[in-house]
């Protein structure tokens, strides 16, 4: 007669505890997927042996690895490299209320604060009444944040309509003022009218231009 005592810690499976960032990443062992809870952690458990691991997530690089269970707990932490940067774009001068597109998707209107891209060129535009629409190439770097300051053009000039005084000035058929009315207006073409109790209306079509930059 003989006896054999086997260690439960060598036959019972184990747990396996992976912590990840980002939390939304997704973690493969042995090919099967496992999503991790709100603070990026999987909770599992596994027998004892070798296993692959991937971790994956957007714009970050993924991380591949194994581990061996035997015959106690195993934790992993997993911190992905990012394969993404930052744009913000201020609202100082004349970029204030502008609209930013990049990739032809409308990210929103300035300030732009740290909008996540993947790494490479991307394409942005600014528009912004008033001024010629620019565009440009951009290269974002893993991990940095690019302060994008692009200079706009005018596409307005400061015109004066003066027709004598208690004339009242519309331009388009809107009101604008009383005569002599000065204000902005984009390069085009216009109808303005002067007009008068008592008196006939008198009807101008200029086209504006960016220079002079100021216009009677």
């Known amino acids: 007669?003989?006896?054999?005592?086997?260690?439960?810690?060598?036959?019972?499976?184990?747990?396996?505890?992976?912590?990840?960032?980002?939390?939304?990443?997704?973690?493969?062992i042995n090919g099967k997927n496992y999503v991790p809870d709100g603070e990026g952690v999987v909770t599992l458990t596994l027998y004892n042996g070798s296993y692959?691991?991937?971790?994956?997530?957007?714009?970050?690089?993924?991380?591949?690895?194994?581990?061996?269970?035997?015959?106690?707990k195993v934790v992993m932490s997993v911190d992905l490299k990012p394969a993404h940067g930052w744009l913000s774009v201020g609202d100082s001068g004349v970029l204030k209320g502008a609209s930013i597109?990049?990739?032809?998707?409308?990210?929103?209107?300035?300030?732009?604060?740290?909008?996540?891209?993947?790494?490479?060129?991307?394409?942005?535009?600014?528009?912004?009444?008033?001024?010629?629409?620019?565009?440009?190439?951009?290269?974002?770097s893993e991990g940095e944040n690019f302060?994008?300051?692009?200079?706009?053009?005018?596409?307005?000039a400061t015109v004066t309509f003066d027709a004598g005084a208690e004339c009242d000035i519309y331009v388009n058929d809107v009101l604008k003022g009383k005569s002599p009315w000065t204000g902005e207006l984009a390069t085009g073409a216009y109808i303005v009218e002067a007009r008068k109790e008592g008196h006939r209306s008198t009807t101008l079509s200029p086209s504006i231009s960016v220079t002079p930059a100021k216009q009677s």
Do not use: C
Request: aromatic residues 14%.
């Open 147 to 156: 302060n994008y300051t692009p200079t706009l053009s005018a596409d307005f």
């Open 52 to 72: 692959n691991y991937q971790v994956l997530a957007d714009e970050y690089y993924p991380q591949n690895g194994t581990f061996v269970v035997s015959g106690e």
């Open 101 to 140: 597109y990049v990739d032809d998707k409308h990210i929103g209107k300035t300030p732009i604060s740290k909008y996540k891209l993947a790494n490479g060129e991307h394409r942005v535009m600014v528009v912004k009444e008033m001024y010629h629409t620019l565009s440009s190439t951009i290269t974002i």
């Open 1 to 28: 007669y003989f006896r054999i005592e086997v260690s439960a810690a060598t036959t019972h499976p184990q747990y396996v505890v992976f912590k990840v960032a980002p939390y939304n990443a997704v973690v493969l």
